[in-house]
């Protein structure tokens, strides 16, 4: 059935492609076509449904601000809320007009500045380098052990990520990170250039739908509190400048990247991935936040 | 069972008193009394249940927005989107500068700026006064007619509210509004001196826990989708500069007023009033906002 | 000589008519003629020299917020110090942002905010309104018992103030200024409707260039140290937004009005008031600022 | 003569000690002795006279700002204006919230960001390194060629400087300058660490007291209407966030560092160099505002 609803979505979204723009300030994301289409459905008991190019990966971006905070929530439990804080920001992702009027503590965790402080509180812990601490959570996560970083997008990203730069050196210089800016800067952005398909997102995601249990390893990945409160907080400042308006046309939690993906939890129902290049103004993808509306119209799955 | 959970609540807040501070910025509210305490559900059913101080009526402040969102909807459709954004500010509720950064657009409709807004449009349409049409759509919701505008607070609210009437002049001059400011700003602070108890609360807001059906009224008030949509407008914008926090502990959509009320909405279950009148540092009710953590821990209703 | 310097002025600046625009926010100021000019000197001698409309009197609209100011230091002395600042906004005339961030206190004197509560300290302590104070004031000082104000300006400005009025009741506020907001508001409008020639204007400001002392009236109006403090106020805020723009094209204290007037100080040398009403992007008369660049440029009369 | 105004001056300021704040950001300034007072006055004439430490030399830090505006004036004329402003920008001096809305164009040459794209835009034209070039023209226009950068300073400095580094990854982010920012920010601490005695500050800045003319030199180092022009930017944007304070008590422009020196010009009189460590809440040195203004009291040079 779930299969059903994907196809019919797949329809309906169909003339909303050329309406969106795919994102472009670095060559290795500028050249990925604009008419790809891949959505995968995981519920609770672990059925999965997929339409399009579901196990095609691509690059997941800010998607992985997730990850990074579900892990930091494991190491640090909640410990981490005294390094950052858990409110939409009103503002672009990557301002610094709030960071300086706020002393240098960034908002919540979804924002630049706010993954900034999560992945040096990962660093601190880490030897190895918080990048590979994080790929190797999300493998077992999704139980994907080909999954990797891409090195031509981390790369290209760090040789222009002067904004992401300055916001690390202004949190530096409010002894907001611990770590050196530009190694923060370099782990952050091998991060945010983790390939996955939306069928590796739908599964390592799973279990904020399933109240913190992950079907796939048999057990808790985090207790079903912490799962409820990265749903809220994706809810809340999850889809950069246009969390109202997702809320408003989806109503679901959900966190998205200039990739274009996003990951949405229908809490207690299922975790959807959905991956399509054009974007939106607000940076999300078009036809991705269309899907998700659809696929919410048919299931009823609101969690509004 | 409902009103076992209500007593396990009214219990477990108990310590909570004493911590937070009765708004004081007018006399007649800050002559009420600190320990107030009521607490009522009704479900979709219409059955009802509460606690404590239920059926006192207390000055709703704030809340009165929703009312004023949810008639705006009724007249005017989707058309009022064109006058107020739908996203969370990140800034103070009563803020002038974004309002001026913006270009006199507000928000989204429970920021002041944005209730002024709404409050101008539905003057627009009725020549009675919007506070009359207000009240009267209030009372049919919570099928009380004996539900009041409390002269004494609209008096002395509109007696001191030079910021909301610099915020009103503003609107003016950017043409967002088109009454007369100081007529809009009087609607307005009649409105949110409307008088009600937890019992009426939860009543005329349980369309929003039944996807715009009025059990009582046996009729729709509201679409369905119109119904999700307040209550996604609630969960990203209804908290004041806690909406992320409120998220995180509780989950559920939700709106509170300076007069130590809250509303809030598990979307298929129930509506939700709880009044108590300490605040928080945001402005939101101390040992209301506790009281519904607790329900949620209780009954496990997050929307989340 | 100055006659001749004045010629010469006149002539240069022939080819800028044309390139600014006449201020139309009001009826009564965009029925003005763009091509009007007049200029007027006089120097620390008392002798007077003229080229084109000097005689002809125009709104001088902000210009009168350096006689509420003189004004007020005569009356309060120092203590104005206390409820206005005086250093440039680095911000528009009419912003509300930076009043909101700095606690409803105005940066200085000649910015909107600033000069409302100038207006309002002179209401205090005249109960004949402060206008009509400011008014024979400004009679004394240019020994012109006609000046009026123009009270249809002062009524056009009035019904569409309501940025102004933002600013009032944001003052009243954060109680800044200690009059009804909407008293002080007309006060200010009726002051900034003072219409005076370039001839008035020279000489009723002659006391700045002459270390306070008024040959006119062959007294001191204002200490030296007064009358060096207004110039520096002048030198750092009286140009609206082109404050370094003009130091660097000038180099003279000024202070100018949308009216198209702009009178400048040349300390221990004159007082110069030239009037066109083509306003440059800031603001200031375009053709006016040309003139004085002029001037200096022929008689090295620059402060720098 | 003017040696008996600066012994006046050094007796006058005396009880002004101990009650400002020696910069204690980096070691290398905040172990030098609060107590240091010199001050220097070079007229146009080239007659000098002194008092107290005047032939030490101390960290310029800022002051060198205008250096650094000076020399590229010689090299790119006024194309240097397409670059930076030169408003007073009513913020910090390290401001990055005006940087982000205004799109990365620094408001003047003084602030941090602007000093940046000038340091920057020097690099541009000479391999050898901004800073030599700047230390270079610097001995030629105090004639002392054993002014030497600080290397302890400007490696202190580096170290800590994390907030301009924000500041020119902010620039380079938008385009405004064209060097690698972690080099052009070097370059900028190496010019600030330039070590000068009051003596060498009066000498080389003598030319904007003399129209641009080098008494020292026997030839223009600069067109009058250059020197017109710097002295305007230093009179609305040369004290950090007190400009308008500074122009009121001592109305002379003036450059101050963090190492408590300031450079004043009284134009056509003299240049006029004062130093002592302890700094006003504003970051300019407490006590040398306090021998300026004595002196400009003494002396009657104000421009004002």
Redesign the interface.
Known sequence: MLDDVLRTVAEEVKPQFGRGKVADYIPALARVRSDHFGMCVVDVAAREASVGEASEPFSIQSIAKVFALMLALRVHGHDIWTRV???????RFD????L??EGGWP??PFINAGALVVVDSLMRRHRRGADRVVLDYVRVLAQNFTIEIDEDVARSELATA??N??????L??HGTIDND?LQVLEAYCRICALRMSCLDLARAFLPLACRGYSPALGEDVMTEQQA??V???M???GMY?????F??RV?L?AKSGVGGGIIAIA?GHSAIAVWSPELDRSGNSLVGTAALEAFVHLTKV???
Chains 1, 2, 3, 4 share one sequence.
């Not at 730069?165 to 202004?170: E, F, G, M, S």
């Not at 400048?241 to 308006?245: E, F, K, L, N, Q």
């Open positions: 804080g858990k409110e939409p920001s009103g503002s301002s610094l007009v709030q300086e009027y908002r919540n002067h904004r730069a300055a916001i690390a050196h202004l530096k210089s800016p409820r409160r749903n809220a907080i809810m809340t400042c400048d246009a969390v109202g308006s809320a408003f109503g939690p809490p609101s969690a509004m």
